[in-house]
């Protein structure tokens, strides 16, 4: 299929209501898509003003010290040891290489892409750009014959749910008997609320605990918008099976994906400072601590959110009745509608509004 016959652009139709949450006596409470309003730390900013001097075109496989970097990193912060620079690869942002993926494995009509229910649109994208054929399933028992190409997501995007050691070994077990990749999106793995994650990361499709050491097959995914607010930065990476990272790798360096060398030295800087990312998500928890209460308190029921940045919600209506009440408080927020069919009652809210203004929605809550 050609790219101009994808639909529409579904955040495109909250134009209406953001200009009435706009109205609003006091400004709008923009809860809507997940684009961080705190500084990059300066340790970041400053490693990528170091090397602004970048005349020569980088390499799309990163630079040595990168691929060093994102190994050493889900060693330490991931509970994944051995990995190599064959098993990294950098990428522009997470969202290209979810909507390319199936294009860069060579899917096409006839394959088959599963992902979660409740799904970042980008995934069935990906799919339809291949003229594939997208199906949604949680359950590893539901993805069918001729699957080539399954996603999961955890923590997961709209809804914060997560999936445990075992969950994602019995993933990988059932993408291995349809002789399928499996990647799993990530990028939300510091960001957790509820037991068992309060403390500690998520975990990893790459850990022993679900591999076993054998990353054949798979891919883990992972941004550094969120825990190191680089969304501007397009800063991400996948690591896992090497030698479908080399596949990668050839493809994309004929279509010239290669991320900008300052962007690159950034990306070292945050990967080895864990300290920044303990601050951000300190932030992140006294927001969700004032919003949840007040969302509770004023009728809705909070499902799954565990962990990320979002909280899953519901009053039990259809999801754009509830958009439209929002907006009329002056709050802007994600209808369930846009990540499929499967959760029509249900609104996504981030947390990546300032104290101040996520103060204000919960105030308007209660009034």
């Known amino acids: 299929m050609a790219v101009t016959d994808l639909a529409d652009y579904p955040w495109d139709a909250m134009a209406p209501y953001a200009a009435r949450a706009r109205a609003h006596a006091d400004g709008i409470v923009d809860l809507s898509i997940g684009s961080p309003v705190d500084p990059t730390p300066a340790l970041i900013a400053d490693a990528l003003t170091r090397a602004t001097d970048a005349h020569s075109y980088p390499q799309t496989v990163g630079t040595p010290a990168l691929r060093e970097a994102i190994a ?27 909507a390319l993926l199936p294009l860069l494995l060579g899917l096409g009509d006839g394959d088959i ?45 709209p809804d914060g749910a997560v999936r445990d050691a075992a969950d994602l070994s019995r993933a990988v077990a059932r993408a291995r008997e349809l002789g399928a990749v499996i990647a799993s999106d990530e990028c939300y793995a510091e960001l957790g609320w509820d037991e068992p994650w309060t403390d500690a990361a998520t975990p990893s499709i790459l850990d022993p605990a679900v591999v076993g050491g054998d990353l054949r097959g798979v891919l883990s995914v992972y941004s550094l918008s969120k825990q190191s607010n680089l969304a501007g930065y397009r800063a991400a ?13 050839a493809a994309r360096k004929h279509l010239g994906l290669m991320a900008p060398g300052p962007v690159q030295a950034a990306m070292i800087a945050a990967l080895g400072d864990d300290e920044h990312v303990r601050a951000q998500k300190a932030l992140y928890r006294a927001r969700r601590d004032v919003l949840k209460p007040a969302l509770e308190a004023a009728g809705f029921r909070i499902d799954r959110s565990e962990a990320g940045l979002y909280l899953w919600a519901t009053e039990g209506r259809d999801a754009w009745e509830s958009v439209e009440q929002m907006a009329g408080l002056g709050i802007l927020v994600g209808p369930g509608h846009f990540y499929g069919p499967h959760f029509p009652q249900h609104i996504r809210l981030s947390l990546t509004a300032t104290d101040e203004r996520v103060r204000a929605a919960a105030a308007r809550l209660a009034a």
């Open 72 to 98: 050493a990193w889900y060693a330490r912060r991931r509970g994944v040891p051995g990995l190599t620079p064959d098993n990294v690869l950098p990428t522009i942002g997470s969202k290209e290489l979810v």
């Open 113 to 157: 892409v599963v992902h979660p229910r409740a799904a970042y649109p980008t995934y069935e994208v990906g799919a339809r750009l291949v003229g594939a054929t997208s199906v949604a399933a949680d359950d590893p028992d539901h993805w069918p014959e001729g699957t080539r190409l399954v996603w999961v997501n955890s923590p997961g995007n």
């Open 237 to 249: 990476f996948l690591a896992g099976d090497a030698e479908l990272a080399a596949r990668l790798v």
